[in-house]
C-alpha cells in the first residue's frame, strides 16, 4: 500500500501532460510573490499526503499558486491551510496546527488529502480536460488506500471528481441523484460515505459562507461515519 503510494507520487511530481498548467506553475516558481522571494519554489506536480491506512479521503480541487506550488505539500502554506490544519488538528486527524512546510514535522491520522488537479491552475480554474488527465493519478489512489470509508469532498469540482472516478469504475451514478451542498451525505454503491464541505478557500472562509464550526462539524461527522473514536 505505502510502496504503491510511493511510487504513485514519483509519477505525479514528474507528470508534464498539460502544457498549460507545466508553464504556468513553473513561470510562479520563477516570479514568486514578494513575501517568499528568499523561497525555492516547489513549481512542480504536488502528491497526495498522508496516512496510507487512512479510513477519511479528504479531497481537494488543485495547488495553490503560493501555498502548495510553493511548498510541496497539499494546503501547507496559505490561507486555506491556516484554515483547515487547526481543525484537522481539534477534530484528531493532524498531529499539530500548524502547515507552513515540508520539513514541518506534520503528519497525518487516519486521514490523506490529495486533489482532484495536481498542478496550480491560473485563477484556481482547471480545465476539464485537465482535469481528466489527472483522473488516472486519483484512481490509483483510490484504489490503493484500501482502508477509505469516507471521502470528504472538499468543493464541487472535488465532489464530481469522486463521482467521476467511480464511474470510471463501472459504478452507476446519476448525477441527479448526487448533489453538492455543504455537509451532504450520500452512501456510494462501493460502502463509502461521500461527504461534501464547501472548499476551505479564502474567498469562502473570509465572506463566512465557510465558517470553523461548519467544518470542524464536517470532520466530527467524518471521524463517526468511518468508526473512529469522537475528539
Same mark, same amino acid.
Given at each position: 500500500?505505502?510502496?504503491?503510494?510511493?511510487?504513485?507520487?514519483?509519477?505525479?511530481? &514528474?507528470?508534464?501532460?498539460?502544457? #498549460?498548467?507545466?508553464?504556468?506553475?513553473?513561470? $510562479?516558481?520563477?516570479?514568486?510573490? *514578494?513575501?517568499?522571494?528568499?523561497?525555492?519554489?516547489?513549481?512542480?506536480?504536488?502528491?497526495?499526503?498522508?496516512?496510507?491506512?487512512? #479510513?477519511?479521503? $479528504?479531497?481537494?480541487?488543485?495547488?495553490?499558486?503560493?501555498?502548495?506550488?510553493?511548498?510541496? *505539500?497539499?494546503?501547507?502554506?496559505? &490561507?486555506?491551510? @491556516?484554515?483547515?490544519?487547526?481543525?484537522?488538528? @481539534?477534530?484528531?486527524?493532524?498531529?499539530?496546527?500548524?502547515?507552513?512546510?515540508?520539513?514541518?514535522?506534520?503528519?497525518?491520522?487516519?486521514?490523506?488529502?490529495?486533489?482532484?488537479?495536481?498542478?496550480?491552475?491560473?485563477?484556481? @480554474?482547471?480545465?476539464?480536460?485537465?482535469?481528466?488527465?489527472?483522473?488516472?493519478?486519483?484512481?490509483?489512489?483510490?484504489?490503493?488506500? @484500501?482502508?477509505?470509508?469516507?471521502?470528504?469532498?472538499?468543493?464541487?469540482?472535488?465532489?464530481?471528481?469522486?463521482?467521476?472516478?467511480?464511474?470510471?469504475?463501472? $459504478? &452507476? $451514478?446519476?448525477?441527479?441523484?448526487?448533489?453538492?451542498?455543504?455537509?451532504?451525505?450520500?452512501?456510494?454503491?462501493?460502502?463509502?460515505?461521500?461527504?461534501?464541505?464547501?472548499?476551505?478557500?479564502?474567498?469562502?472562509?473570509?465572506?463566512?459562507?465557510?465558517? &470553523?464550526?461548519?467544518?470542524?462539524?464536517?470532520?466530527? *461527522?467524518?471521524?463517526?461515519?468511518?468508526?473512529?473514536?469522537?475528539?
Amino acid at each position: 500500500m505505502a510502496s504503491e503510494l510511493a511510487i504513485l507520487h514519483q509519477e505525479v511530481v &514528474a507528470c508534464r501532460r498539460c502544457a #498549460r498548467l507545466s508553464e504556468y506553475r513553473e513561470a $510562479i516558481g520563477r516570479e514568486k510573490r *514578494r513575501a517568499y522571494m528568499d523561497w525555492e519554489y516547489w513549481a512542480k506536480p504536488v502528491p497526495g499526503f498522508g496516512d496510507p491506512n487512512a #479510513r477519511v479521503l $479528504i479531497l481537494g480541487l488543485a495547488p495553490g499558486a503560493h501555498g502548495s506550488n510553493r511548498t510541496g *505539500r497539499p494546503f501547507t502554506g496559505d &490561507a486555506s491551510g @491556516k484554515f483547515m490544519y487547526p481543525i484537522l488538528h @481539534k477534530t484528531g486527524f493532524a498531529s499539530q496546527a500548524s502547515a507552513e512546510r515540508l520539513d514541518d514535522g506534520l503528519e497525518l491520522i487516519d486521514a490523506y488529502i490529495t486533489a482532484a488537479v495536481r498542478c496550480a491552475p491560473p485563477d484556481n @480554474k482547471p480545465t476539464p480536460e485537465e482535469i481528466l488527465a489527472c483522473a488516472p493519478f486519483l484512481d490509483r489512489e483510490i484504489d490503493a488506500l @484500501k482502508n477509505v470509508r469516507v471521502v470528504v469532498a472538499l468543493g464541487k469540482i472535488g465532489f464530481e471528481a469522486y463521482l467521476n472516478a467511480l464511474k470510471r469504475k463501472g $459504478i &452507476a $451514478i446519476a448525477k441527479k441523484d448526487y448533489l453538492f451542498g455543504h455537509a451532504a451525505e450520500y452512501k456510494m454503491a462501493n460502502g463509502v460515505i461521500l461527504l461534501a464541505s464547501y472548499h476551505p478557500s479564502n474567498q469562502n472562509t473570509a465572506t463566512g459562507k465557510l465558517t &470553523a464550526k461548519m467544518f470542524t462539524d464536517v470532520f466530527k *461527522r467524518a471521524r463517526k461515519l468511518a468508526g473512529l473514536p469522537p475528539r
